[in-house]
C-alpha cells in the first residue's frame, strides 16, 4: 500500500471511540497520558483546545493510526505530539509517514496558535525517529534513562530507555538567546537547522536579588521528574539541593531541569548545575517564549548509554556531547 491511499480525518464526537482499542493494542493499559483511553475525557481535551488530534483509516474504513498534539504548559505555543501510534499489523504499510507529516503542514494547523511541535521518540529502536526525521524534524535534546522499560512489549536489554527530543519549528524565534560559555558551540550546533537566533553570551554570576521561579511538570515516566525554571535568582544554589532532596525522596532515576536560556544569569546557574552532577542534555526550542537549555543527571544508577540508537547525524553528535559532559562532570565532582 502507498501512503495516498489513508484517509486521515480530525478526531470528533462520532469516532473517538476508536482511540482506546489502537492505543491497547501498542501499549496495553500502560499509555501515559490517560485521556486516550477515556474517550469522554479526550473529547473534553479536544472541544476546549488543550489537544488537537487525527485518526488515520485504511481503505476498508479500518482505524489503523493515530496522532495528537498537547499544548506546553511553559509556552502554549508550542505542542508535544502525544502518541503518534499505528496497528503493528499496519507497521510496514508507509501510514506512519503522512500521520507524521499532517501538523507540519501549516494548512492543517491554520486554527490553532503555533510555533512548533516537538517529539519524545524513543531511543531503543528508529522508527519514531526515522518518521520525524523524513518529515524535516531537527534533533535537539536527548534525556538519557527517561522511560521504565516495562512501556513496551518488545524490552530492550536495559531497566530504562532514552528519548530523543526532536523539534519542527514554523516561526522565527525573536527573543534573545543568552549562551552558558561551557556549552556556546553545541548550543550553536543544534540550532543551525532552526530559525535564526540572536546569541548573546550569559554572567558569569548570579544576581543580587531575584527569587527563582520554577514550574514542575506532571505526566512524566515513572522515576522521571522535569522541572523548567523560567527565572534564576541569587537563590539558585539552595533550589538546586532542594531539587536533589526532593528526587532522592521520590525516587526519581531521571532528573532534568530545563532553564530559561532569556535569563542572562544562565551561566552561572548551568555552573552550579555541573557542580552538582548534572551535565548536558541539549537545547529545548521555544520552551519559553524563548528557548531553554536541558540540564540532567541520573540517579542511583549509572547512565545507559550504550542501548541507545539514534538515527540521524545530529542526533549521533548530540550524544557524543552529552556522554563527554556526563564524564568531563564526573572528573568535575572527583577534584
Not at 153 to 165: E, G, I, L, N
Request: proline share 5%; aromatic share 12%; charged share 20%.
Amino acid at each position: 500500500m502507498t501512503a495516498e491511499v489513508w484517509s486521515i480525518v480530525p478526531v470528533g464526537s462520532g469516532n473517538v471511540g476508536h482511540v482506546p482499542d489502537l492505543f491497547r493494542k501498542v501499549y496495553g493499559d500502560e499509555y501515559l497520558h490517560r485521556e486516550v483511553y477515556h474517550p469522554e475525557a479526550l473529547w473534553q481535551q479536544i472541544q476546549t483546545g488543550n489537544i488537537v488530534a487525527v485518526l488515520a483509516y485504511s481503505p476498508l474504513g479500518l482505524p489503523v493510526g493515530y496522532v495528537a498534539l498537547g499544548r506546553l504548559s511553559y509556552n502554549p505555543r508550542i505542542w508535544e505530539e502525544q502518541g503518534l501510534i499505528v496497528d503493528p499489523k499496519y507497521n510496514d504499510s508507509g501510514v506512519a509517514i503522512p500521520l507524521a507529516e499532517y501538523f507540519t503542514k501549516r494548512e492543517n494547523h491554520r486554527n490553532i496558535d503555533i510555533d512548533g511541535i516537538f517529539s519524545y521518540a524513543v531511543c531503543h529502536h528508529y522508527f519514531t525517529q526515522i518518521i520525524c526525521a523524513k518529515a524535516g524534524w531537527n534533533d535537539c535534546f536527548l534525556m538519557v534513562d527517561f522511560i521504565d522499560k516495562s512501556l513496551y512489549t518488545q524490552q530492550p536489554d536495559t531497566t530504562r530507555v532514552a528519548c530523543v527530543m526532536m523539534y519542527a519549528e514554523f516561526t522565527e524565534q525573536k527573543e534573545i538567546v543568552y549562551l552558558p560559555r561551557q556549552y556556546e558551540d553545541i548550543i550553536r550546533q543544534i540550532a543551525q537547522p532552526l530559525y535564526p537566533r540572536e546569541f548573546r553570551m550569559a554572567k558569569d554570576s548570579l544576581p543580587d536579588s531575584h527569587v527563582t521561579i520554577c514550574e514542575y511538570t506532571g505526566h512524566m515516566p515513572a522515576g522521571s521528574w522535569q522541572i523548567a525554571v523560567r527565572d534564576i535568582g541569587a537563590d539558585w544554589s539552595d533550589i538546586v539541593s532542594e531539587i536533589l532532596e526532593q528526587a532522592h525522596q521520590r525516587k526519581i532515576v531521571s532528573l532534568q531541569v530545563i532553564l530559561n536560556m532569556a535569563c542572562p544569569y544562565i551561566d552561572a546557574a548551568v555552573t552550579i548545575l555541573r557542580e552538582q552532577g548534572f551535565f548536558l542534555g541539549g537545547l529545548a526550542p521555544r520552551w519559553f517564549a524563548s528557548d531553554g537549555i536541558l540540564m540532567q543527571r541520573i540517579l542511583g544508577k549509572e547512565p545507559d548509554y550504550d542501548t541507545i540508537k539514534l538515527y540521524t547525524r545530529p542526533g549521533k553528535n548530540l550524544l557524543v556531547s552529552v556522554r563527554t559532559d556526563q564524564q568531563a562532570v564526573r572528573q568535575l565532582s572527583a577534584q
